[in-house]
């Protein structure tokens, strides 16, 4: 989740201080050399003023916990547990729920919340692109009260509506019967 522009300003402030070290599509920076804890400081002071975060390995596992937690949880279970999603992130990194979603909210520019709902809409996409699952039963599935509060998410989110998604599926099964 890390933009062209973060990664240009990264590699900026590392030449800047003489780093000499590879930085990962996600933002990740492997030194070839070891750098010293008033190097590590300096870098966190630099990249701050730029409005970025400099995580250690501790803060960075969390993260990639907490990301993988909620897109198992979405993406691959059969249903959505009724439990709330701050419970289950607590449980599964075993860190208080509050620093979670503050460091969480901080490197990845969006909330838990809006992070969750955004992988929501994209398994109702899939569910409507790949099934044959009609609105209701794709918001039970995904923990919504009804399906107009999952169509009315889905239209704020995509900016365009789950009748669209449908006729998606509908025209690619005809294109691929005329092929």
Same mark, same amino acid.
């Given at each position: 989740m890390?933009?062209?522009?973060?990664?240009?300003? +990264?590699?900026?402030? +590392?030449?800047?201080?003489?780093?000499?070290?590879?930085?990962?599509?996600?933002? =990740?920076?492997?030194?070839?050399?070891?750098?010293?804890?008033?190097?590590?400081?300096?870098l966190k002071m630099s990249l701050e003023k730029y409005g970025l975060i400099l995580l250690d390995d501790e803060n960075s596992l969390l993260i990639d916990k907490i990301i993988n937690t909620i897109i198992d949880i979405i993406h691959y279970t059969d249903a959505l547990p009724k439990a709330n999603f701050s419970d289950l992130i607590s449980e599964f990194t075993g860190s208080e729920q509050e620093s979670i979603l503050k460091i969480f909210s901080?490197?990845?520019?969006?909330?838990?919340?809006?992070f969750i709902i955004h992988n929501k809409i994209e398994r109702a996409k899939e569910l409507m692109l790949?099934?044959?699952?009609? +609105?209701?039963?794709? =918001?039970?599935?995904l923990n919504y009260k009804n399906k107009h509060y999952l169509a009315a998410q889905f239209k704020k989110v995509t900016g365009l509506t789950p009748s669209y998604f449908k006729r998606l599926?509908?025209?690619?099964?005809? +294109?691929?019967?005329t092929a």
């Open positions: 890390v933009c062209l522009r973060d990664k240009m300003i +990264l590699n900026s402030v +590392l030449n800047e201080h003489g780093v000499k070290c590879i930085i990962s599509v996600h933002g =990740a920076i492997e030194c070839f050399e070891d750098i010293t804890d008033e190097q590590i400081y300096e901080d490197v990845m520019g969006v909330s838990v919340l809006q790949y099934e044959d699952m009609p +609105l209701q039963e794709i =918001a039970k599935l599926r509908k025209e690619r099964i005809e +294109l691929l019967k």
